[in-house]
């Protein structure tokens, strides 16, 4: 072990076995070729742990043993802990290792980092068990340089127990690094090459021939909410549709809206919203059947004292708003925020959850169910919803028969810690669902610009991220503003948040592509994946026609004859 160049300072009185690390000159030999990122994640417990990410990245510098060896310690609530030097500003560091408990069957664990002593800041979080190894993955961006760092763990209920930690990485990223990988990620995730070939009606190749490509549709999802503000204001509608391909609506189908006394049901503002949007062919998602808050259910609702009553009620909801609404929503967010909230499932038992999805996928078979969860990927310092809460919550409700296939995130962002959060994508996508941000915004106790910058932060990395199927903006427009995030004002003044959506929504797509066929009368391109027109023009005739590209890995070929 390296002798380090002053001895650690106790951090906030934890005990901790030092792992001293000095990674001053040698860091940019701890970056992986061209910066490349590993989205290997575990949410299974195992056996043995796997090796450790990048070789240790640089925590393997100073430690003559094995990277992939034990830690341990007895230390109570704290945990082994590691020391690293000279950490920069700005850096994208991902850090993982595997932990193993004794002393408890199970514990929520955090990996804290505290920086120079200055209070430590949660970077990871993992649900550990003691009869197996359980996967640990996050990360974090440094305000300033720091001379001297530790990463430790905490247990959340400070029982005693001995932790240990194997396979221990800390990598690091520069920007720019991380910026090439998400366009690398688009490349192959978002885009496709197509070749378009050109013959004659005897299958000659036409050399020289005009190609035009224009895209008009997206096929990657990115909305936003609306309100029944939108409704006659055909101002608001043309600003709508000319930018968004997906809608979810605020609070229309919320309980509280349909019907907010027994028996009287409304549903004209949600039937005009929904005629909205399939008019102008924007998919839509469902929001909610139910919500577990009590302060978001109907007044007569909690005043229902029977559990007879009480489900005889949310029967006649979920059974009269699937069928007035079957195969028009693409999703349902059946129970919204069980994590946080048991409304349903303390009244009518631990099953509620998944009796509603089990009502729901028979009422409308072909809508995709999700949970719909806050604070699972802005942060890990809400313990109620860490990524392994959530999988371990989705787990139990398919285990119990639920149909559930979507995994919803909410995405109300304060500062993003954009390395934890493509962490626990990375560990959500093992789940082999579908991953939608449902409400994206930032808080509004940032100035216009700073939540503008956030907004990019956040957009740039769901949009790239490979198991990222839909994105959806929290900014339904009120005279008043939004709930925390506005992109305009309103009059359709873009703010700085529109003025980068705008931005990528551009970035985001074929524009117009064009040129003219070679020597094998073909042309070829790289396009964003969705609808296209095709327009091609040769000696004074001109013929048109429509493609779609798909996700693929293979060049899509479309042949012409002129």
């Known amino acids: 072990m390296r002798t380090p160049r002053s001895a650690p300072r106790a951090v906030a009185g934890f005990v901790v076995l030092w792992m001293l690390l000095h990674c001053g000159s040698e860091l940019v030999a701890a970056v992986p070729p061209d910066g490349w990122y590993d989205y290997a994640a575990y949410t299974d417990c195992r056996g043995q742990p796997e090796p450790a990410l990048y070789n240790g990245g640089i925590l393997k510098f100073g430690n003559s043993d094995d990277p992939d060896g034990y830690r341990t310690t007895e230390t109570g609530v704290f945990s082994p802990a590691f020391v690293v030097y000279n950490l920069n500003k700005t850096t994208m560091y991902t850090f993982s290792c595997w932990v193993k408990l004794e002393g408890?069957?199970?514990?929520?664990?955090?990996?804290?980092?505290?920086?120079?002593?200055?209070?430590?800041?949660?970077?990871?979080?993992?649900?550990?068990?003691?009869?197996?190894?359980?996967?640990?993955?996050?990360?974090?961006?440094?305000?300033?340089?720091?001379?001297?760092?530790?990463?430790?763990?905490?247990?959340?209920?400070?029982?005693?127990?001995?932790?240990?930690?194997?396979?221990?990485?800390?990598?690091?990223?520069?920007?720019?690094?991380?910026?090439?990988?998400?366009?690398?990620?688009?490349?192959?995730?978002?885009?496709?090459?197509?070749?378009?070939?050109?013959?004659?009606?005897?299958?000659?190749?036409?050399?020289?021939?005009?190609?035009?490509?224009?895209?008009?549709?997206?096929?990657?999802?990115?909305?936003?909410?609306?309100?029944?503000?939108?409704?006659?204001?055909?101002?608001?509608?043309?600003?709508?549709?000319?930018?968004?391909?997906?809608?979810?609506?605020?609070?229309?189908?919320?309980?509280?809206?349909?019907?907010?006394?027994?028996?009287?049901?409304?549903?004209?503002?949600?039937?005009?919203?929904?005629?909205?949007?399939?008019?102008?062919?924007?998919?839509?998602?469902?929001?909610?059947?139910?919500?577990?808050?009590?302060?978001?259910?109907?007044?007569?609702?909690?005043?229902?004292?029977?559990?007879?009553?009480?489900?005889?009620?949310?029967?006649?909801?979920?059974?009269?708003?699937?069928?007035?609404?079957?195969?028009?929503?693409?999703?349902?967010?059946?129970?919204n925020e069980m994590l946080h909230y048991n409304f349903y499932e303390q009244r009518l038992g631990p099953n509620a959850s998944m009796e509603f999805f089990s009502v729901a996928q028979d009422a409308d078979p072909l809508a995709t169910l999700f949970m719909n969860e806050y604070n699972v990927v802005e942060t890990c310092d809400d313990p109620f919803s860490t990524v392994d809460t959530y999988a371990a919550k989705l787990r139990e409700l398919r285990a119990g028969g639920a149909i559930l296939e979507g995994i919803g995130l909410e995405g109300h962002f304060s500062r993003p810690n954009i390395p934890l959060m493509r962490a626990i994508l990375d560990k959500l996508a093992t789940l082999g669902l579908p991953i939608w941000f449902t409400e994206i915004d930032i808080s509004n106790k940032f100035d216009a610009q700073t939540q503008a910058a956030y907004l990019e932060q956040v957009l740039r990395e769901a949009y790239a991220h490979p198991a990222v199927s839909g994105v959806m903006l929290w900014t339904a427009l009120h005279p008043s503003g939004c709930y925390q995030m506005c992109l305009t004002d309103w009059g359709l003044n873009n703010l700085p948040t529109g003025d980068v959506v705008d931005r990528l929504l551009n970035e985001w797509r074929t524009l117009q592509a064009g040129g003219q066929t070679d020597a094998h009368g073909a042309y070829s391109f790289s396009g964003y994946l969705g609808e296209y027109i095709l327009t091609v023009t040769y000696n004074n005739r001109t013929t048109q026609s429509t493609f779609s590209l798909s996700p693929g890995d293979e060049t899509r070929h479309i042949n012409v004859q002129m």
């Open 104 to 335: 408890a069957s199970n514990a929520l664990i955090t990996a804290r980092l505290a920086p120079d002593n200055t209070g430590a800041r949660c970077i990871a979080t993992v649900l550990a068990r003691s009869d197996c190894w359980a996967f640990v993955k996050g990360g974090f961006v440094l305000d300033w340089p720091t001379q001297t760092a530790v990463i430790f763990f905490q247990n959340a209920d400070k029982t005693p127990m001995k932790i240990t930690v194997a396979s221990g990485s800390l990598q690091p990223f520069t920007t720019d690094q991380w910026a090439m990988h998400q366009q690398d990620t688009i490349r192959k995730r978002r885009k496709r090459v197509a070749t378009i070939h050109v013959a004659d009606p005897q299958g000659a190749r036409v050399v020289g021939a005009s190609v035009s490509v224009q895209q008009t549709a997206k096929d990657f999802p990115i909305g936003s909410a609306i309100a029944s503000t939108i409704l006659g204001n055909q101002a608001y509608q043309k600003w709508f549709v000319d930018r968004f391909n997906a809608a979810v609506f605020e609070d229309e189908l919320k309980w509280y809206s349909t019907e907010p006394t027994s028996g009287l049901l409304r549903f004209d503002v949600p039937d005009q919203m929904l005629a909205f949007v399939r008019s102008h062919r924007v998919m839509v998602r469902g929001h909610n059947i139910f919500w577990e808050n009590q302060d978001a259910t109907p007044r007569w609702v909690k005043n229902l004292t029977s559990p007879d009553d009480l489900r005889a009620a949310v029967n006649a909801r979920i059974q009269g708003l699937m069928t007035r609404y079957r195969g028009e929503f693409a999703h349902w967010d059946v129970n």
